[in-house]
């Protein structure tokens, strides 16, 4: 069963996740790639997930009060132990993510560790904001924060995607989402999806936050 992370975590880690673009935590850990993933093919469906999710934003009246982060983005996890992480995402082992496949999905968080986003891959125009942009201007504090924030981008909000984590079969995803205006001025979400007629669609959301 997917282990559901309690409301209140995600409301208290959700500056965290903006601010530091949530930076891996396991940088310093040898990554092992094992041919049971195509490597290029997993990173053209992220991508393919990621353009969509932006599509999608731009159908929005408030698309243009996004700037969206850019470099290292939050992880998913396959947790076989009872243990809470504070950033990203943790899955447990279930129907759609299963244990016989734990091989894929540690090999799958290993390289998602590495993942940067590439701006040249995103086919909408968007505004962005690196992790190190984030973390200077929040030197001072999280009031100064938004108070440089808000100079720079015009009152714009903060908007962070997770690296979408995939099934063996590569036909469902999961994505956590992730949105900040100001201080107590955050929401977000988990969804997962399945490809449908070449489309990700949404087929439950849940760890529904607001700040």
């Not at 290029?40 to 982060?69: M, T, W």
């Not at 076989?80 to 943790?90: A, S």
């Not at 938004?146 to 714009?156: A, D, M, S, V």
Request: proline fraction near 2%; hydrophobic fraction near 35%.
């Amino acid at each position: 069963m997917l282990k559901y992370s309690s409301v209140f975590k995600y409301a208290k880690y959700c500056l965290i996740l903006f601010f530091t673009a949530l930076i891996s935590c396991k940088q310093n850990k040898k990554l092992e790639i094992i041919k049971s993933i195509p490597e290029d093919e997993i990173l053209s469906l992220k991508y393919e997930v990621l353009n969509q999710l932006i599509k999608e934003d731009s159908i929005a009246s408030h698309f243009n009060n996004f700037v969206y982060s850019k470099g290292t983005l939050p992880v998913t996890i396959i947790n076989d132990i009872d243990e809470e992480r504070p950033l990203g995402l943790d899955l447990k082992y279930d129907s759609l993510f299963k244990a016989e496949d734990s091989s894929f999905y540690k090999t799958q968080e290993k390289t998602d560790y590495r993942f940067k986003l590439d701006s040249s891959k995103i086919h909408s125009k968007i505004q962005y904001v690196t992790a190190e942009e984030l973390y200077n201007m929040r030197s001072n504090g999280v009031e100064k924060f938004w108070t440089n924030f808000n100079k720079r981008f015009e009152g714009k909000c903060v908007k962070v995607y997770s690296v979408p984590f995939f099934t063996k079969d590569k036909t469902i995803c999961v994505v956590q989402n992730s949105t900040s205006c100001g201080i107590l001025a955050a929401d977000g979400s988990t969804a997962i999806y399945k490809k449908v007629d070449g489309k990700w669609i949404i087929i439950r959301s849940y760890d529904h936050w607001v700040s």
